[in-house]
């Protein structure tokens, strides 16, 4: 804020801009004008009349009926059971996708970034599914642990004949976790890029003083990597903790209208709040729930940017010191 | 250079000789495994379209299907309006696409390359909407456009594609920075305004990251249930809400083996433009500096 104001100062009490200078400014306003309108239009408007709507009773319809409940919304929502029970059920998909699904995928991205034969065949077929578009791919995954159609339960039945898990009312959450590593891919080569920017002469040197491979992983190649890892832990969290489609579609809904049938114990957050926007129109509270959730989103991303400094390696700081 | 470096390097490493070992055999093993589980939800989606809808879910379950039902493909794509609502996904899906990375790099470039007052105070603006959950404005932005009456109409994918997108004006801000001073200095002794220059010059150096974003915006509004479920009706949605209710027989039940053919044919567009855009993507990642 302070540069800018210096900015502003220091170039208007010049008196007179530079031709040139002008015409920047004109020009960059120009360039980020259709995203500065789209910000306001459906961004920052949106924000303002959605933490309105969260303070009132509003159901979609009736202006007219809209009655100004102050912070009983809120109140309301930490009242309900729903809301704790999908908490729990989104940080522990959470905590179970973020740590343990970047894992796989650098140990992953590790043993395929070697030379060996057939590695980009490797790499195509593990980035795959991935690649598949959330609504189908789903679909396929809740197919193969079908309780009587499902691939998984026939290859159980081969050693336990007859094996009839309902996974997917048993062990729903698990169901979405393992989805989700199946999708690991993404971030497989984003890790296998960051790894092919780690100089080679580093990995040299450090085998030349006699450091073994696995030492080489620790103290030289997972180091230049933590900014990749930093970067992938606060979008894989915050997108994680909005787990929305997937859980509605894997449990499957009733009516054309897409009306989520599933139990209470099942919710993830954001399908308790879809449920009580768009099934029982609950328009302020479901705008209170989220407003909840962007608040729990805020805290976790400035602990993760605070904690970001014992842990991420950067080599060179970034010019314009705009970016975090 | 001598011989142990020249080996260490990609292209000369290929025709090194592989020693053979227990441990490259276990390693071979592990990787066949994993590649077993992870292309097994497709095979067996594939193999369950083969099926008649009597051989679905019996007991003990089939892995084959007697006699494959190749028919159940020209009946779920052909038959039903599933080509209908394929059009329409691509008419949400392109222009969207097109947009929101037109409108993208044009910010990127912006951020990048030119300096003007509150520009950091827009870019921090930028990076704080990655925080924001996407239901806080979508609910409001539900709102406003039922208001205008612009629900059931495709007109909101318009208006999101041209506001643009924090992680792709951050991508092309990233990627741009790292273009030469100098090209862009001889375009401007040249006399060419910026413009011209973003859009000779700047757009396309940046062909790969320009082709990622635009792969994965088409897949994201390909794949995105939510969106079209809450703003269009049933007779003009996408393929992604629209294919749970088209397979379904007078009695209401669901003709399994023809979804799971249906299925196949929305997975597969997705599947061709990857395998032909692959070394795009891979580029398009490598060269943004993904890492931050």
């Known amino acids: 804020m302070q540069d800018i104001t210096r900015m502003v100062r220091e170039t208007w009490h010049r008196g007179k801009l530079g031709t040139r200078t002008r015409r920047e400014i004109r020009d960059f306003y120009m360039f980020t004008s259709p995203w500065i309108i789209g910000f306001m239009l459906l961004s920052l408007i949106p924000l303002i009349i959605g933490l309105l709507t969260s303070f009132t009773n509003y159901d979609g319809l009736n202006i007219s009926n809209i009655k100004w409940l102050a912070l009983r919304n809120y109140q309301r929502a930490f009242e309900s059971s729903d809301l704790y029970t999908s908490l729990k059920n989104t940080f522990v998909y959470t905590l179970l996708v973020v740590p343990v699904g970047n ?20 790499r195509a077929i593990y980035y795959l599914p991935s690649i598949l578009p959330l609504a189908g791919a789903i679909q396929a995954w809740g197919l193969m642990f079908n309780m009587n159609a499902g691939a998984v339960n026939a290859f159980l039945s081969l050693f336990v004949p007859g094996t009839a898990i309902n996974w997917i009312n048993e062990h729903f959450v698990l169901m979405l976790v393992m989805f989700s590593w199946w999708q690991l891919g993404g971030a497989m080569v984003i890790y296998l890029a960051g790894l092919q920017g780690v100089p080679e002469e580093l990995r040299e040197a450090a085998t030349m003083d006699g450091a073994n491979s696995v030492q080489v992983f620790f103290s030289v190649v997972l180091p230049l990597l933590t900014p990749v890892i930093f970067f992938q832990l606060v979008l894989g969290i915050i997108g994680s903790l909005q787990i929305l489609d997937s859980a509605i579609l894997l449990y499957g809904r009733t009516g054309l209208s897409g009306t989520t049938s599933m139990p209470g114990d099942l919710y993830m957050y954001m399908v308790y709040v879809y449920s009580q926007v768009f099934d029982f129109q609950r328009y302020g509270y479901g705008v209170a729930l989220s407003w909840i959730f962007f608040v729990i989103v805020l805290v976790l991303t400035i602990i993760l940017l605070v904690t970001s400094r014992y842990w991420v390696y950067y080599e060179v700081s970034q010019e314009g010191g705009t970016v975090k | 250079m001598n011989h142990a470096q020249l080996a260490t390097y990609p292209a000369f490493a290929r025709r090194h000789k592989v020693h053979i070992s227990w441990n490259h055999i276990t390693l071979y093993v592990g990787f066949l495994l994993l590649t077993l589980v992870f292309i097994m939800p497709v095979v067996w ?37 599933f080509f209908k609502l394929a059009w329409d996904t691509t008419q949400i899906a392109v222009p969207s696409a097109i947009l929101t990375v037109l409108s993208s ?17 827009l870019f921090v603006l930028v990076l704080s909407m990655l925080l924001v959950p996407r239901m806080v404005t979508t609910i409001p932005d539900f709102m406003l456009f039922a208001k205008l009456r ?15 997108s924090s992680f792709n004006i951050f991508l092309f801000r990233q990627f741009f920075s790292a273009v030469p001073k100098d090209l862009e200095d001889a375009a401007e002794v040249d006399g060419c305004n910026r413009l011209r220059i973003f859009w000779q010059i700047f757009l396309p150096v940046s062909g790969p990251v320009v082709a990622t974003a635009l792969i994965f915006h088409f897949q994201w509004v390909w794949g995105d249930w939510f969106t079209p479920n809450i703003l269009l009706s049933s007779d003009n949605t996408t393929l992604s809400v629209g294919l749970g209710t088209l397979y379904l027989d007078p009695k209401g039940n669901t003709l399994y083996t023809l979804y799971m053919a249906a299925l196949v044919g929305y997975l597969l567009p997705m599947l061709i433009i990857f395998l032909i855009g692959q070394k795009y993507i891979v580029q398009g990642i490598v060269t943004t500096g993904l890492k931050g």
Do not use: H
């Not at chain 2, 790099?105 to 105070?121: D, H, T, Y």
């Not at chain 2, 612009?150 to 643009?164: C, D, Q």
């Open chain 2, 150 to 164: 612009l629900t059931n109409t495709y007109w909101p994918w318009i208006l999101w594609g041209i506001s643009g």
């Open chain 2, 105 to 121: 790099s044009l910010a990127g470039f912006a951020f990048a390359r030119m300096n003007a007052p509150g520009k950091s105070v």
């Open chain 1, 103 to 122: 894992l796989f995928a650098l140990i992953l991205a590790n043993m395929l970034n070697r030379a060996m034969i057939g590695r980009s065949l490797f």
């Open chain 2, 45 to 81: 989606l594939v193999l369950t379209s083969l099926k008649l809808n009597s051989e679905y879910g019996t007991y003990p379950t089939m892995l084959f299907p007697a006699v494959p039902q190749w028919t159940n493909y020209p009946q779920a794509l052909i038959d039903r309006p």
